[in-house]
């Protein structure tokens, strides 16, 4: 038998990546979802890395980022982690810079 949950873990794909344009809303960063299953848009659950959201912060237009879909859900939307922006610049070399 299929639940409810992971026919909604399926729609919005969960541990799928996804690249998509980030927008400020609210003090937010939100995108459309790519998926058409997917009844849910994308907020980023976390702090944007420190070069990321200055450029978000300067840009007057959406800043694009890869972003892999969690199996969480906030004000309606579903939560997705920053993983890339800039041409593939990888996330976790930036976390882990001293």
Known sequence: MTSIRNQLESAVG???RFRVALEERDGEFVAAHPLESSPLPIVVGEKLPAELDAKA???AVPIEVTVEITDR???GRVVGR???WEEGRDVREEQFRI
């Open 14 to 16: 969960v541990g799928e």
């Open 57 to 59: 912060e300067a840009a």
């Open 73 to 75: 859900v906030r004000d």
């Open 82 to 84: 920053v993983v890339e």
